[in-house]
């Protein structure tokens, strides 16, 4: 066998302890399709979310995780339960409140012209301080960080050594690559574009992680959509 060496001043996360995460962003809801922003609000899968939720699932059968964990909104919900029961033993989806979307206040049904029209000074004010500017009435990106970091620690320190499988959004997505490299740069953070149902894998240990795949979305390619539009971007389609 093989064995990786770290680089040069890393100190990789120890296998026996650390957790692997695949961290899900759930399909495209309806509010997606439609350009508009969701947040926190509770709207189901899009008739191609569903199709999405179906190709990830088919592409997952047979996968072995220690836990299956979702966000409580129904459009995480509805993809965790299509590919949990694909998977070996169908574990029981966990949900967890704490993994739901950034929290876009003021701004939730609004797209972005409205958005553009409505709230001008606040995207000024994302524009120069994208990490700590909280959208009118809900939350910034470091709330969300603190938020989700908690909750994925909580998840390591459930599972050490384990492999979770983990159902959420496009906000919690970026949360899990910040605690892999160690913080991502503020202006950054929009530039992390994730895909409908695609993987991302990270390795968290308790004080260290690692980035192992971003994005993956290779179940999509036979699709004609798999819309990135989401509550982070501060843009949409």
Known sequence: MIKRLAPTGFTAPDRATATEFWVVRHGESTWNAGGRYQGQTDVPLSAVGLLQAACLAERLTGQVFDAVYSSDLTRARQTAGAVAERLAGAPAVQLSPELREIDVGELTGLVVSEIRERYPEYLTALQADPWTTQRPGGESMADLFGRCGDAFHALRAAHPGGRVLV??????????????????????????????????????????????????????????????ADDVLGQAP
């Open 167 to 228: 159902f959420t959004h496009g906000g919690v997505v970026r949360v899990a690559v910040g605690l892999a490299l160690g913080g991502v740069p503020g202006h950054a953070w929009s530039r992390l574009s994730v895909t409908n149902t695609s993987i991302t894998r990270v390795l968290l240990g308790e004080n260290s992680g690692t980035l192992l795949g971003f994005n993956d979305e290779a179940h999509l390619e036979a699709l004609l959509e798999a819309t990135e």
